[in-house]
């Protein structure tokens, strides 16, 4: 009697997905016919029917901290574009560009986000980087005008926030001369404040409002690194920041993901973009704007946004999204910069010399170029010491797009894996910058190594995607790479010596933060000091 009851349950459980495979071959071969497509093999092993092994691999490299480098092996292993079966769902991986250029601009319009929008809703909500469709062409359109290269250009916004990292790192070499320091945390700091006083017109100054000034003079670099921002802003931001990868990472599940802690440290995030909506908005109806293009006034992100829109939601929305990419590229760039700089003396000693003798050992020195965007820009080899960094630490290491309807990816399919392969309507294609931009078939056999001279030899273009490309291509590059530029100069400018404390390369532990950006899971151990100054 209980047989009965057991074989319907069973067809009842199977039939959906007998019935999704018939029709997914139905669609692959008159893709076939009116498109020319071929099949992509699977990389799941033969005897893993349910796309379990796939996924006990990748958890077990995530938990290594080798995540970037298991999808890297399994590229080598299975070709530049593969499918891994995962739990009854098939998802395409890809490191090839004429695939990923289809994705982010040719078939712009046939991909999508996916579930990235209810995921980040609760902290992000309809910001530029979590919306698809005409909501992110709305504020495409909003936040475009405001980087202008007038608005990114201003030097001046870097300056402050700089020096008091400069004063930091002399006062640790002064009290705990040979010893390392973390430099990671300051440069996410760093960032921070320069991004909130771009933005909001006033900055939080995380690098030293909690130690507060006698900590810094005295050289207490530890009180400063593990106590700013304690119990404000910054702290709810990065908390936020936390739960928000692993939002993304439960896709569906998202919802599952919400601590009670969350919902305190959200609410304070909310709270502070407010409180500058608010006094904007206030300020905007009872005395007017000040202008922008003023020579007088600095430039405040959020007094031109008002002259946009007076929407509460929109302008919160955006800022934060701003926000949220402005400071953790940018302090990415920054941290790998510090990172390879230490490990590679001689290409610190040339960029240093070139510094020095284009900007002088000190700002505004005399009978030198000043530190401008255009003399920054104009730096070659600077230019290509970053263009490196980003290209072996991409500030987006990895990304993804789910199809909206059935289309074609151009290569991969096949059993010589060149010709086009049907894309499932509904299918996720995830991307691997960093692998992409290892590839040694496209950089050289040295692709694994810190070269800046690579960038004097050649140009590339799809196969190197530091900032995205397509439509959604990033808006604040020329601010993240001005702010690098300028943070390096000053740095170099001040420091001889350079010194790393870390294990070597191979060693290195990404971790992925709330906009798929990448910084180091361990922190930076680093020892900045001159032997030319007191």
């Keep these: 009697m209980l047989f009965t009851p057991l074989l319907v349950a069973a067809v009842l459980l199977i039939l959906p997905t007998i019935t999704s495979s018939v029709k997914w071959e139905l669609t692959e071969r008159r893709f076939a016919k009116s498109h020319g497509t071929r099949k992509r093999s699977r990389s799941n092993p033969w005897w893993d029917i349910f796309g379990v092994y796939p996924l006990y691999l990748f958890i077990r490299a995530m938990h290594e901290g080798s995540n970037f480098q298991f999808i890297r092996k399994q590229h080598a292993e299975h070709g530049n574009t593969m499918i891994n079966y995962i739990l009854g769902r098939e998802s395409i991986y890809t490191v090839e560009p004429q695939n990923v250029k289809t994705i982010l601009a040719t078939n712009f319009s046939d991909f999508s986000l996916g579930k990235r929008h209810d995921s980040l809703y609760v902290t992000l909500g309809d910001g530029i980087f979590t919306s698809d469709g005409e909501m992110w062409a709305h504020a495409r359109a909003l936040l475009r005008p405001q980087f202008l290269r007038s608005q990114v250009s201003d030097v001046r916004l870097f300056d402050k926030h700089t020096e008091i990292l400069i004063s930091i790192l002399k006062a640790n070499e002064t009290a705990q001369p040979k010893q390392a320091v973390e430099i990671q945390t300051l440069l996410y700091r760093l960032t921070m404040d320069t991004a909130t006083e771009f933005l909001f017109g006033e900055s939080v100054n995380s690098l030293s409002s909690s130690a507060g000034s006698s900590d810094v003079a005295k050289g207490n670099v530890t009180a400063v690194a593990a106590n700013a921002g304690r119990g404000g802003f910054a702290e709810a931001f990065n908390s936020v920041q936390d739960i928000l990868v692993l939002r993304i990472a439960f896709q569906s599940l998202y919802w599952l993901v919400r601590p009670p802690s969350f919902d305190k440290s959200n609410k304070l995030v909310h709270d502070f973009v407010d409180h500058y909506v608010d006094r904007a908005l206030s300020y905007a109806r009872t005395k007017g704007n000040r202008p922008a293009e003023s020579s007088e ?120 894996h060149k010709s086009p392969f049907l894309v499932h309507k509904g299918q996720g294609v995830y991307y691997s910058v960093w692998g992409m931009q290892r590839r040694h078939d496209l950089f050289g056999e040295d692709a694994d190594d810190f070269r800046p001279e690579r960038w004097s030899e050649r140009t590339f273009q799809w196969e190197y995607l530091p900032f995205n490309g397509g439509p959604r291509i990033c808006l604040g590059q020329q601010f993240a790479l001005t702010e690098a530029g300028y943070t390096v100069v000053r740095l170099l400018q001040e420091f001889d010596t350079l010194e790393n404390f870390d294990p070597p390369e191979k060693d290195v532990f990404p971790k992925v933060n709330a906009l798929l950006t990448m910084s180091h899971k361990t922190g930076v151990h680093v020892r900045f000091a001159s032997s030319t100054r007191c």
Excluded: C
């Excluded at 405040?300 to 829109?309: M, N, S, Y």
């Design 297 to 416: 006034s600095k430039y405040v992100f959020l007094e031109a946004l008002v002259e946009q829109t007076e929407d509460r939601k929109i302008l919160r929305d955006q800022l934060l999204n701003v926000l949220l990419a402005g400071r953790d590229t940018t302090a990415g760039m920054l941290t790998w910069t510090v990172y390879l700089l230490a490990r590679h003396p001689a290409v610190f000693d040339k960029l240093r010399a070139i510094i020095i003798e284009r900007f002088g050992d000190t700002p505004n020195a005399e009978n030198k170029m000043p530190l401008t965007f255009e003399n920054l820009k104009s730096t070659e080899y600077l230019r290509f010491v970053l263009n490196e960094v980003l290209r072996l630490y991409p500030s987006v290491p990895q990304n993804f797009r789910f199809a909206t309807k059935d289309t074609v990816l151009p290569t991969g399919g096949g059993p010589d």
